[in-house]
């Protein structure tokens, strides 16, 4: 069974989406589209595909693909979903972050409920091969039940941050939040439409007393040096007999007081992990178990971001549950003293 695959967005980050289809046999790219023609038009040739279009509706109806690939600003990610959805595409895989605050994120709370649409969102270090092993790992109860987790990134939260907040939950086994209490400094609007802070600290308590500790931004572990502030990512897991350390040039871990430590390239194992993501979505398109990077699961996490801004501004804990106010990170915006407007207002 092959899937016919569309993609929406042709700037650079969509390489990483595009690149890797010689892998899978089962998809096959049949057209993408973008506002800008050249762009469009460049990016065919580049990955070998039949058509492309300047206008979105345009691709779907006549194309009627099986599974877009969606890389464009989060400022306008609603609004997109929702076409896609109104469309009735079986399949959408959407960069991150998600969202950008609360409004939108209370708007795709609603589509997921309504939307036939299998939504998912482009973690894809969720799927690299190391992350699944440690994540066996961990279910097989070779570190003893899991204490504390430790994520980092160098990039501000919204650039990076949910990357390893991902993985965080993941390893978390997807147990719900009690409470987080967290300290925000600055504003970041990454790349005009990614509005961050520019450092951030959480602390994150699960139900059943799991401790995460998330940070963003400077300050954080550094994994090498003359590397850029996308590779100090990583993240550490703590358990009762044991211990597992994913960064983005290599891994260590301790089992029954044995150290092992290895290195990798990441650009290698991350197109993997993309492969692995978009195989995920294909069996959940074949009525298989729902992709673990899906939209419902990508908006609980969000909601962790939201309540890192609200505590800031509030100067508490947010207990769970928690529903956040729409206007959120326009209080958090005046909060830092910082001036900002949705370019797609």
């Known amino acids: 069974m092959s899937f016919k695959v569309a993609f929406l967005g042709c700037g650079s980050r969509m390489n990483a989406h595009a690149r890797v289809y010689p892998n899978i046999e089962e998809g096959v790219p049949v057209a993408c589209c973008d506002l800008v023609e050249e762009k469009a038009v460049e990016f065919a040739e580049k990955y070998d595909i039949p058509q492309c279009y300047l206008d979105l509706d345009e691709m779907v109806e006549k194309e009627q693909p099986d599974l877009v690939h969606m890389s464009m600003p989060p400022t306008i990610r609603y609004s997109l979903m929702k076409r896609l959805s109104d469309h009735g595409v079986p399949a959408v895989n959407v960069e991150k972050p998600v969202a950008i605050g609360a409004r939108d994120y209370h708007q795709l709370r609603d589509l997921e409920a309504a939307s036939e649409t299998k939504f998912t969102v482009n973690h894809q270090l969720r799927y690299h091969e190391l992350t699944l092993e440690f994540l066996d790992r961990v279910a097989q109860g070779e570190i003893g039940n899991v204490r504390c987790l430790d994520a980092s990134a160098k990039l501000p939260m919204n650039g990076q941050g949910v990357h390893v907040l991902d993985l965080m939950y993941s ?162 915006i005046d909060f830092t003293g910082a001036e900002w407007e949705n370019p797609h207002r």
């Not at 967290?182 to 790349?191: L, P």
């Not at 040096?225 to 350390?245: C, N």
């Not at 960064?247 to 301790?254: A, D, S």
């Not at 419902?296 to 971001?305: F, G, H, M, N, T």
């Open 171 to 332: 390893y978390a086994g997807y147990t719900d939040v009690r409470s987080v209490h967290a300290a925000c400094s600055g504003f970041d609007d990454i790349k005009g439409t990614h509005p961050s802070p520019e450092t951030a600290s959480a602390l994150i308590t699960f139900v059943d007393e799991k401790r995460g500790v998330l940070q963003s931004g400077e300050g954080v572990p550094e994994i090498a040096q003359d590397v850029p502030r996308h590779m100090h990512k990583r993240i550490a897991v703590y358990g009762e007999t044991g211990y597992l350390h994913w960064k983005m040039n290599g891994w260590e871990m301790g089992i029954h007081g044995k150290h092992t430590s290895g290195e990798h390239v990441y650009g290698e194992v991350d197109d993997v992990g993309q492969a692995n993501l978009v195989r995920a979505v294909f069996e959940w398109l074949r009525g298989g178990e729902p992709a673990p990077t899906n939209l419902s699961i990508a908006l609980d996490e969000w909601l962790i971001i939201l309540a890192c801004y609200a505590s800031t501004v509030e100067q508490r804990p947010i207990e769970f549950p928690w529903d956040p106010p729409d206007d959120l990170l326009e209080r958090y």
